[in-house]
Every structure is written in structure tokens, then in C-alpha cells.
């Protein structure tokens, strides 16, 4: 039970001194503040209650039941007429899954010992290793166990993750950006796979997730802007016009002071122009307005471009068109697989495409799985695409291959 700060705007109840909040077995449906008076805690050990503690003003109680979803493992009566806060099991539990997975698994351990220790100290009984197998267990000790797992695992991959980052275990591929208009390949996006010696392939989102969370995105950020640039270098020189690489930037790059400067210092090293290095934010990478603002216009200073990767996907899009100085729009795939089918997905793809054009935006469109979606782009007037129709992901030996030789649908025509 712990002291916590005042919850404004929760429903409050007036409970007369002998009056019983809940009882021992019963469903942890609330948990209670504290605003005025004291509460017993009690039990009953050989048919006799015991009295476990007196709690007072600003302190909480129920909440261990709230959280685990088990029942009361101790019984709550007001000790004089008290004044409670109700919380409830929806406010509580949406702030727990918010929370880092670490400290989940830390709240839920702790829970987990506690409930244990409490049983000990008022059934006398002797602490057992904790039960491997599920059958028999009820389903809130079943999930428990489940998190608590799935929390140890997070941590686990984190561990593994620093030893990638030491060991340079990942390596780029890399996606043509096709100039739909002629078919010639404009430039490539850089996108970090991670092939675990233990766990085998782990998906991007996965691992980069962890990587933000724990700031090793920016050694793996700093690996990626350089191999990129080395990679971008061996494809430019076999192609007549100059290429671009697209590179995704993580908000907590974007927070970190030095990592405008590291990517210029990188970019002058390899002798590569700042414009062949385009930058890919998330929309959710400009919820903090001043330092995103701040920082978007020190790299256009420089001269990078900046593309807003999966538009439409979140809810101030237009807002941060009309507050940010952006060049590209990047069309989420979520819209162009329905193209072809969905005579909305074209008129959404069709509103996009003008809104970026009276914006003075270039407009590149992914997940480009078929030359129907190809078409329909090129009808409205998309200026790039990337997609498996044209390639999926390659590494920089495939890639430097797609620069020797023509792509296979350089003239997309519908599919009949």
C-alpha cells in the first residue's frame, strides 16, 4: 500500500466508522484514497480476525486486487467515518500498460512476492517454488504469469540487443524508390534487419521499439546513417542522375542534442551532398512542436530533405502539414492496397496527392503490390512508389544488381 497524490475529478464515498469495504475472497473491483479518517486491515487466522494495519489520510489500499485481477487477500473496514477516493480497475490498468514493459514486469513481480509473503505471514504456510505448470491455476494467476514472462523476455532481448550493438549483427537492405512517371530508380530506402544468433529473425518494430526505449537507437541510428551512406555511394556511381537514400529517424534522435551533428559530420566523411539524404520522421515524432520545429529547421538549413513516412495513419496530419516545412509525403500502404478495388482508396489517395502538390510537396507512395496500384498512382499524378512490384527489400549486392540492369516493369500497365 503506498501514499499517493490526490485523483481529481474520482467519485468519493462517506463510509460511517464499523462499516465493511470489502471483504477477504471478494472481486478487487476498486481501490480507495484516503481523504479523511482511517481504514483497518484485517484477516483471520485460526478463526480469529486479526488486525494487519491502520491506514491514514493520503495513503491507498485495494489496489494489489485492481491490478492482478485476483481476489482480496485481507478484508478493509473504516476505523472512524472516513472520506474515500474511488479509483477504479480501468484507470488503474490503462496507466500500468502504459507504462515501460520493465517496470510492468517489476510492479507485477513485486505483486507477485508480495501476495506471497502475505499468505506466509498470516497462514503460516511454507513459501513453494513458484508453479511452472498452468493447469489448475485460475486465469488471473495464468495472465500474471504470462506478462510477468513476456516482460522478462523484453528484458532478455534488451540485453541481447546491446550485445548486436557491440557485435554490429544487423545488417541494411535495401527498397528501389522508383520514379513512376518513367520507371528509372530515384533512390532507395535503408531499412536494418536483425538476424539474432539465438532468436533467429526479429522483426523491425519489435526490436526497434526496445531500441527507443532504452536510447541504443542512437548507436544503431549512427551504424545505419553510415552504412547507408557507403551503400549510397557504390549505387550513385552506376546510375547517370544522382540517387537519394531515405533513412528513418526516431523521435529520440530527434531529442538527442548531437545527433544533427553526428549525421552531418558522417555525410561530409563519405563526401555525399546533403540533399541525397533524405529523412523520414513519423507523425508522432513532432508531439513535442518545439524541439521537432527546432530541429526540422537546423537539417533543412543543411539541406536534408525531410519525408513524413506513413500519412494518414495519425490524427493531426494536417496540422503538422500546415506547421512543419516538409518535402516529401509519404502515402501509408494502408491506403494504396486498395487501389485498383476500392474506389475510395483512389479518392483518398487522390486527395493526398493534391494536398502535398498545392503544398509544394513530391509525393511517394508505398506498398505498391501489383501494376493495377502502379496505374492508378500514376493517373494521379504520384510522383514515386516503392513496393515487392517493383522489389522488395534487397541487400546491397541485389541492390547494386537493379542498377546494372533495367527493372522487369519499368512500364507498369494494369493487370487484366
Known amino acids: ?30 481501490a480507495y484514497i484516503i481523504e479523511e479518517g482511517s ?21 491507498m489500499f485495494g489496489e494489489l486486487a485492481l491490478v492482478d485481477g485476483r481476489t482480496r487477500s485481507a478484508s478493509a473496514s473504516a476505523n472512524t467515518n472516513v472520506l474515500l477516493t474511488v479509483v477504479t480497475k480501468e484507470q488503474v490498468n490503462m ?28 497462514r503460516g504456510k511454507a513459501l513453494k517454488p513458484p508453479v511452472i505448470e498452468e493447469v489448475g491455476l485460475t486465469q488471473p ?5 504470462r506478462k510477468i514472462g513476456e516482460a522478462v523476455d523484453l528484458i532478455r532481448m534488451e540485453s541481447e540487443l546491446r550485445v548486436a550493438v557491440a557485435e554490429k549483427q544487423f545488417c541494411l537492405h535495401y527498397q528501389p524508390i522508383i520514379d513512376i512517371p518513367t520507371g528509372a530508380i530515384a533512390g532507395f530506402e535503408a531499412l536494418i534487419r536483425w538476424h539474432s544468433p539465438s532468436r ?10 526496445i531500441a527507443e526505449s532504452t ?35 526516431a523521435s529520440r534522435q530527434i531529442e538527442e542534442p548531437t545527433f544533427t551533428q553526428t549525421l552531418v559530420g558522417i555525410v561530409q566523411k563519405l563526401g555525399i551532398n546533403n540533399r541525397q539524404i533524405k529523412l523520414e520522421i513519423l507523425e508522432r515524432s513532432l ?34 502539414l ?32 493534391d494536398l502535398a502538390k498545392a503544398l509544394g510537396m513530391s509525393v511517394i507512395a508505398e506498398g505498391i503490390e501489383t501494376a493495377a496500384q502502379a496505374e492508378v498512382l500514376r493517373e494521379l499524378g504520384c510522383d514515386m512508389g516503392q513496393g515487392y512490384y517493383y522489389s522488395p527489400p534487397v541487400p546491397i549486392e541485389e541492390a547494386i544488381a537493379l542498377m546494372t540492369k533495367p527493372l522487369a516493369v519499368s512500364n507498369p500497365q494494369p493487370e487484366l
Open 1 to 30: 500500500m503506498t501514499k499517493q497524490g490526490h485523483y481529481e475529478g474520482l467519485r468519493r464515498r462517506h463510509i460511517a466508522a464499523g462499516t465493511i469495504i470489502f471483504k477477504e475472497g471478494d472481486a478487487g473491483d476498486y
Open 39 to 59: 481504514v483497518e486491515i484485517s484477516t483471520v487466522i485460526d478463526g480469529k480476525p486479526v488486525v494487519l494495519n491502520v491506514l491514514g489520510q493520503g495513503i
Open 95 to 122: 496507466r500500468v500498460e502504459s507504462a515501460d514493459p520493465i517496470l510492468r514486469m517489476l510492479l507485477f513481480v513485486v505483486m507477485r512476492y508480495f501476495r506471497s509473503e502475505t499468505s506466509w505471514r498470516t
Open 141 to 145: 494467476t495464468i495472465d500474471l504469469n
Open 200 to 209: 533467429g529473425f526479429i522483426r523491425p518494430d519489435v526490436f526497434i521499439a
Open 215 to 249: 536510447s541504443l537507437i542512437l548507436p544503431i541510428g549512427e551504424w545505419v546513417i553510415e552504412e547507408s551512406g557507403k551503400a549510397l555511394n557504390q549505387l550513385s556511381a552506376l546510375s547517370e542522375q544522382p540517387l537519394f537514400m531515405s533513412i528513418n529517424v
Open 287 to 320: 508531439f513535442d512542436s518545439d524541439i521537432a520545429q527546432q530541429w526540422i529547421q537546423d537539417v533543412r538549413k543543411l539541406g536534408f530533405p525531410l519525408s513524413l513516412d506513413d500519412f494518414g495513419t495519425g490524427y493531426s496530419s494536417l496540422q503538422y
Open 322 to 353: 500546415n506547421d512543419y516545412h516538409l518535402d516529401n509525403l509519404k502515402i501509408d500502404r494502408s491506403f494504396v492496397w486498395g487501389l485498383g478495388n476500392k474506389t475510395n482508396s483512389a479518392n483518398l489517395c487522390k486527395a493526398m496527392v
